[in-house]
């Protein structure tokens, strides 16, 4: 719960409103990491 708590306050409030019922801060993690890591190609080829 501390690690949820503490995701829960590092990231936008808007992004809080999506993770806020997860149940714990794994599934928070996978969520943000799949949100967060889907990169441009063209950043990527640079």
């Known amino acids: 719960m ?3 708590s503490w ?4 990231v936008y409030p808007s ?3 999506s993770i806020i019922f ?4 794994v599934d928070v993690w ?3 990491k799949e949100r967060f890591s889907q990169g441009d190609l ?3 080829s640079e």
Do not use: C, F
């Not at 995701?7 to 590092?10: G, H």
């Not at 997860?22 to 801060?25: D, K, R, V």
């Open 30 to 32: 996978l969520d943000l």
């Open 15 to 17: 992004i809080a409103q």
């Open 2 to 4: 501390l690690i949820h």
């Open 42 to 44: 063209v950043r990527v």
């Open 22 to 25: 997860m149940e714990n801060a």
């Open 7 to 10: 995701i829960m306050n590092s």
